[in-house]
């Protein structure tokens, strides 16, 4: 059953509704989020670990400066070709995989505890991708100050993913831009938009939708093609599930996207 996020309660055995929350409460929410104390805890050591080992300030500006230039690319690649590709769900090994890091976001996109990544993927991936980039530039001391800035920077993804799923309208202009380019990709077409914070590489690979009135409508925007067809084809996905796909969300979450859309 979702319940509206209620202070003191743990993450335990819960689900918490982004279209029933308040900003107090998605910040109550966030900051008690397992995944992002322990983000926060590693960034600190990593950091600390930079810190003490730097012999110069450019061994940690440039491992910084390169991981900000590549995040957006990084995402935009794995958001892509990785969790909008048709292969994790038709191997048996990976559905699960799938369905927990983005399937099930689709499927109910204001449910707070599927939109956050999990770190037994998240950590690993970012370790694999900054750690070499941060190496090359200054050894030890780079590799540390480039995974600490990526577990940041996944930190700063999580807390503007959640707003651009809240029942909230943001007062920043350019959180606003962000958050109606993402609920495209939610509520109108999956295949454009896969930018989070930055829709530059959108914008360079030709995936970029300006408004909605310009973004053709897709039938397979809730379920990524994995529809009652793919779903007897390859049904694991569905059996975790234990309900098939669906191709559209609850009326109310449809209704709070189209206010923004529109």
């Given amino acids: 059953m979702v319940q509206k996020f209620g202070w003191g309660r743990g993450w335990r055995g819960r689900t918490y509704d982004l279209g029933k929350m308040t900003l107090p409460e998605l910040w109550a929410a966030y900051l008690s989020y397992p995944a992002i104390n322990l ?3 590693l960034a600190l050591l990593f950091a600390a670990y930079a810190l003490m080992t730097a012999q110069r300030g450019l061994a ?12 957006p690319l990084i995402w935009y ?12 769900y038709r191997m048996r090994w990976t ?22 990544g999990s770190p037994l993927n998240t950590i690993p991936t970012m370790l694999i991708i900054t750690g070499p980039i941060g190496y090359m530039i200054a050894g030890r001391t780079g590799a540390a100050a480039a995974f600490a ?31 109606r380019d993402h609920l495209m990709h939610h509520f109108q077409n ?14 360079l690979f030709q995936s970029y939708h300006e408004n909605s009135r310009d973004c053709p409508k897709s ?16 049904p694991w996905v569905m059996e975790l599930t234990g309900t098939p796909p669906r191709d559209k969300p609850p009326a109310a979450m449809e209704d709070i996207a189209g206010k923004i859309l529109r």
């Fill in 149 to 179: 800035t990526a577990l940041v920077t996944t930190c700063v993804y999580e807390f503007v993913h959640c707003i651009q799923h809240l029942n909230y309208k943001p007062k920043n202009r350019f959180i606003q831009r962000l958050k």
């Fill in 39 to 41: 983000y926060t805890l």
């Fill in 95 to 116: 559905a699960s995989l799938w369905k927990r890091i983005h399937f099930d976001h689709h499927q109910d996109p204001h449910k707070l505890e599927v939109l956050f």
């Fill in 77 to 88: 690649g794995l958001h892509r070709f990785v969790l909008h590709g048709n292969w994790l």
């Fill in 190 to 203: 999956e295949n454009g938009n896969y930018g989070i914070v930055s829709f530059l590489p959108d914008k």
């Fill in 219 to 234: 039938a397979t925007v809730f379920n990524l093609g994995y529809d009652l067809k793919q779903a007897e084809r390859y």
């Fill in 60 to 71: 940690i500006v440039l491992p910084m400066l390169a991981v900000f230039v590549v995040y």
